[in-house]
């Protein structure tokens, strides 16, 4: 059974850092992308980034662009985010979530985490 | 960046009823489409991809269709776990887009 499972969220004050953690398990991870999603309190889903099955691409969402940074271990089945320079509007839910494939490209997603909770604030 | 624009936001539905959400976006995707369901406090489940391929293990209710710019999901006859947000997302370009949901109530 595939699993994903997130850890690294809390508070953090503005202009702080955090680094989230999605532990894979099931399938072979390095044979497929992965993403992070997340969806504001009461709010829709908003893709955050992508990354294909070797780590050697990378894609953002210009809210997070210069911020934020995704990365891969596949030793360790574990995909991360680094985010720097937190704003409150990052404030969210993270879900790391599966691609069908390697390329990061045209990925729909299967299945996601049960999420993380990232609070930014004062 | 390619606009998602899913309507209604809200829906009202009786258990058995047959209901259809539309996703409109802002430049032709092909049918680079995925349809997912969130119940609240969960995480999203992918139900539909490339417009109108049924995951595997969804049950042959759900429904989707479309290409380009147009595209309607479908729930033949409503049944009571069917109650949920609903979200279409293009995955023809970076950055993905979702649609803003679509809440399905109970009438």
């Known amino acids: 059974e595939v699993q994903l499972l997130e850890s690294g969220g809390g508070f953090v004050q503005p202009g702080g850092s955090l680094r989230l953690s999605c532990a894979a398990s099931?399938?072979?991870?390095?044979?497929?992308?992965m993403s992070w999603v997340r969806q504001a309190p009461g709010k829709g889903l908003e893709w955050v980034s992508g990354i294909s099955g070797s780590g050697g691409s990378t894609f953002y969402a210009d809210s997070v662009t210069g911020r934020f940074t995704i990365s891969r271990d596949n030793s360790k089945n574990t995909l991360y985010l680094q985010m720097n320079s937190l704003r409150a509007e990052d404030t969210a839910v993270y879900y790391c979530a599966k691609g069908p494939k390697s390329s990061a490209s045209l990925n729909w997603f299967d299945p996601w985490g049960q999420g993380t909770l990232v609070t930014v604030s004062s | 960046d390619i606009q998602m624009t899913q309507s209604p936001s809200t829906l009202s539905a009786s258990v058995g009823d047959r209901v259809t959400i539309t996703c409109r976006a802002s430049?032709?995707?092909?049918?680079?489409l995925a349809w997912y369901q969130q119940r609240p406090g969960k995480a999203p489940k992918l139900l539909i991809y490339?417009?109108?391929s049924l995951e595997s293990g969804v049950p042959s209710r759900f429904s989707g269709s479309g290409s380009g710019t147009e595209f309607t999901f479908s729930i033949s006859s409503l049944q009571p776990d069917d109650f949920a947000t609903y979200y279409c997302q293009q995955c023809n370009t970076f950055p993905y887009t979702f649609g803003q949901g679509t809440k399905l109530e109970i009438k």
């Open positions: 490339k417009a109108s």
């Open positions: 099931g399938f072979t991870f390095s044979s497929y992308a």
């Open positions: 430049q032709s995707i092909s049918s680079w």
